[in-house]
């Protein structure tokens, strides 16, 4: 069953504007991870924050988790156009730990305009 | 990331014909994943494979679809008698072997595309 549910589904600012996205599940997890998409390829990771994690931040994104609502956080902030890609989490509720077995949500579509 | 070597990019099969798609892991990576990607859709998992053995087909279609990862070579997906429903981003991923929480890296994708 889909795990990952990310909100909005599209979402367009203007470069500089800060870009939040969010994105809810259902199961207990070990970690909660975000990738990201450009038209037409693969995907590059972002960032992976654990179960015992509340707050993570790396360059320009901060990822926060709620365990308790079962929701994760992605805000990009100083926007440029390089960032208009698909934004994805990522769940792994496998009990080996790893990633083995992501279940990745829809995406949110980010277009930021110059 | 560069290290996953998915080949080729892009395929064209006609209806009932064999798709083949290969994958090379990061350098001495052991955990091979498969995923499918349909249009504006998320990744949805297909099967989990370590070095001979599949540890989770769990998303794999019951029928006309089997994956290995050979001792030596690359993991191979197949595809028999592809359909026009096949038609997808076929994207593997590979992970070290130590447990714990890693990221998978995933390659660029193979398109398919069925005529």
């Known amino acids: 069953s889909q795990q990952g549910e990310e909100d909005p589904q599209a979402l367009s600012i203007q470069e500089g504007e800060n870009a939040t996205m969010n994105c809810s599940y259902k199961?207990?997890?070990?970690?909660l991870q975000w990738y990201r998409q450009n038209s037409g390829r693969g995907l590059v990771h972002l960032i992976l924050?654990?179960?015992?994690?509340r707050e993570k931040h790396s360059g320009r994104l901060r990822v926060t988790l709620d365990t308790s609502k079962k929701s994760s956080s992605l805000l990009i902030t100083a926007s440029r156009a390089a960032d208009t890609a698909s934004y994805f989490c990522?769940?792994?509720?496998?009990?080996?730990?790893?990633?083995?077995?992501?279940?990745f949500g829809k995406g949110t579509k980010l277009t930021v305009n110059p | 990331n560069a290290g996953v070597m998915q080949n080729p990019r892009h395929l064209v099969r006609r209806r009932g014909q064999e798709a083949r798609l290969r994958c090379s892991p990061v350098?001495?990576?052991?955990?091979v994943y498969w995923y499918r990607q349909l249009p504006e859709e998320g990744l949805k998992f297909m099967v989990y494979?370590?070095?001979?053995?599949?540890?989770?087909e769990s998303g794999m279609p019951k029928e006309r679809f089997s994956a290995e990862f050979p001792k030596e070579g690359p993991s191979i997906l197949r595809i028999q008698q592809v359909v026009r429903g096949d038609s997808a981003a076929y994207f593997c991923?590979?992970?070290?072997?130590?447990?714990?929480?890693?990221?998978?890296?995933f390659g660029q994708g193979t398109r398919l595309t069925v005529v």
């Open positions: 350098k001495g990576h052991s955990h």
């Open positions: 924050i654990r179960s015992n994690e």
């Open positions: 990522a769940t792994d509720a496998s009990n080996r730990g790893g990633s083995e077995k992501l279940v």
């Open positions: 494979l370590q070095k001979e053995n599949i540890i989770d």
């Open positions: 991923a590979s992970s070290p072997p130590s447990r714990g929480y890693t990221e998978a890296f």
């Open positions: 199961t207990s997890i070990n970690n």
